[in-house]
């Protein structure tokens, strides 16, 4: 079934230059949109929403990079070969050849979005359409199998679940951060 699902969405690769370009964008873009978000998140609002927006970027960072070393873990004592490896796919992108589950791509793009969930921030809907995309892409450009995303989302639930419920545990990081930030911009001279 995973195979079958795989194939009919990397099917639809090389067909349409222009859907071709679209999914290659959203599956190479990741990192830079990945960037904006916490930036945005982190310039955006008056003094109180500020403030709950910085929360917000400083938790998907802490659920991104718990689910990015966890994943690090699972490719080194589990191999699951890459669909362009085992099978004849529609790969429009260069990848190596290590192991497929689960997507480091995924997993921080869902590790965004739960946060974004999980906090009830407003952009939740948007952020989450943003990630089953970029999640479709990595099958579409043939480097992910729908398993790889599918774990990749559960992973990130749980570290973003973890990060929520220890955030009162979380909070002196969180406030060395903020006043981190508060001494650079004193002395920066920035206004925000």
Request: hydrophobic share 50%; aromatic share 14%; with cysteine.
């Amino acid at each position: 079934m995973n195979f079958n699902i795989f194939q009919q969405i990397n099917g639809w690769a090389g067909h349409s230059r222009l859907l071709d370009t679209i999914m290659i964008t959203m599956s190479d873009s990741l990192p830079y949109i990945a960037v904006a978000i916490i930036l945005y998140l982190w310039f955006v609002g008056n003094k109180q929403q500020g403030i709950e927006k910085r929360y917000t970027a400083i938790y998907a960072i802490f659920s991104s990079a718990i689910a990015l070393v966890i994943n690090a873990i699972i490719h080194l004592v589990y191999y699951h070969p890459r669909p362009f490896v085992t099978h004849h796919v529609h790969q429009l992108v260069p990848h190596t050849v290590d192991s497929s589950f689960v997507s480091d791509h995924a997993v921080l793009v869902f590790a965004i979005a739960w946060i974004f969930i999980m906090r009830n921030d407003r952009l939740k809907y948007p952020i989450l359409i943003w990630a089953i995309v970029v999640g479709l892409s990595r099958i579409y450009v043939g480097v992910h199998y729908p398993a790889d995303l599918i774990g990749s989302a559960l992973l990130s639930c749980a570290t973003s679940g973890l990060v929520i419920y220890f955030s009162t545990k979380l909070e002196p990081i969180v406030q060395v951060l903020f006043r981190l930030y508060d001494q650079i911009k004193s002395k920066v001279g920035i206004k925000i």
